[in-house]
């Protein structure tokens, strides 16, 4: 499925990013977030940018949907090395396991106040969901939609591909 094929959708701007699984790079963001999730970050900021939408107040009508079956895989395998070599783990890198805030990240730092959402399965098989989902929401619960698709593969890069959409029916 192709977002461009769907007759319901307007793309307002694309982006496609690649980063690997290196640590967490700090943003100026007082919390620590899984790699990934900064990747959908960057990525959904890019997208905005190429949709004219940039900056964080941007996204006061704009939802997000991420998809991942790696989401924060890394942190959490960080978080069940240090409980087994340490007995302990930091709060921060608890908290930056939740899958969630592979969503939620972008969310907080491009401004992003509609609906949010991830999936946890592979972005091929979710795609008809989310186009049942964008379709309830564009026009209901936001005037845009951030489709971020996440993908690691087994050479270890993981790619962003991000899709602003809106309704063609506005």
């Known amino acids: 499925m192709d977002w461009a094929e769907q007759g319901a959708f307007a793309m307002l701007g694309t982006a496609t990013l ?13 919390f620590y977030a899984d790699p990934v999730a900064w990747l959908v970050a960057d990525a959904v900021g890019t997208a905005l940018e190429a949709a004219g939408l940039p900056g964080p107040t941007a996204g006061t009508e704009v939802g997000m949907v991420a998809v991942s079956e790696h989401a924060t895989g890394h942190t959490m395998r960080e978080v ?17 396991a939740a899958p969630g805030s592979v969503a939620g990240l972008a969310c907080i730092v491009h401004g992003l106040r509609g609906p949010s959402l ?11 969901a989310v186009a049942v989902l964008a379709g309830a929401w564009l026009g209901a619960s936001c005037t845009r939609l951030v489709v971020a698709e996440h993908r ?11 899709v602003v959409l809106t309704s063609r029916e506005r």
């Open 152 to 162: 690691r593969h087994p050479s270890g890069v993981h790619r962003v591909n991000t």
């Open 18 to 30: 690649e980063g690997t699984e290196g640590p967490s790079r700090p943003r100026g963001v007082g």
């Open 118 to 128: 991830l999936l946890s399965m592979a972005p091929d098989a979710a795609r008809p």
């Open 80 to 96: 069940a090395d240090a409980v087994r070599e340490r007995g302990r783990v930091s709060p921060l890198r608890f908290a930056g």
